[in-house]
């Protein structure tokens, strides 16, 4: 069964960066299209950044809230994704969780997610 597994999160005040990894066994990552999700305390989890499949090309997408802030990208050698948050908000403080981006249709088995929480 895949496993995802997420980190690099962490406490951070307002304008500062982090960055996050998910990895997985087996090439799952490198041919899916994959998204970062986040959920918020009280609020749904939500898809915040997502990378197209090898099929398409690779092509990303942000919600609007992130957009000009955050970068999806993805390492097939070593079969991770990454995002890359700039100029954090405290709004952005929520576990965030990778998995792949099917349309709503399925997922994968959520792994532990990432704690990123902002404030000063």
């Known amino acids: 069964q895949v496993q995802l597994v997420e980190s690099g999160g962490g406490l951070v005040q307002p304008g500062g960066s982090l960055r996050l990894s998910c990895s997985a066994s087996g090439s799952i990552i490198s041919i899916s299209a994959m998204g970062w999700y986040r959920q918020a305390p009280g609020k749904e989890r939500e898809l915040v950044a997502s990378?197209?499949?090898?099929?398409?090309?690779?092509?990303?997408g942000y919600v609007d809230s992130v957009k000009g802030r955050f970068t999806i990208s993805r390492d097939n050698a070593v079969n991770t994704v990454y995002l890359q948050m700039n100029s954090l908000k405290p709004e952005d403080t929520a576990v965030y969780y990778c998995n792949v981006n099917s349309g709503g249709r399925y997922y994968l088995p959520w792994g532990q997610g990432t704690q990123v929480t902002v404030s000063s």
């Open positions: 990378i197209g499949g090898i099929a398409s090309g690779g092509g990303t």
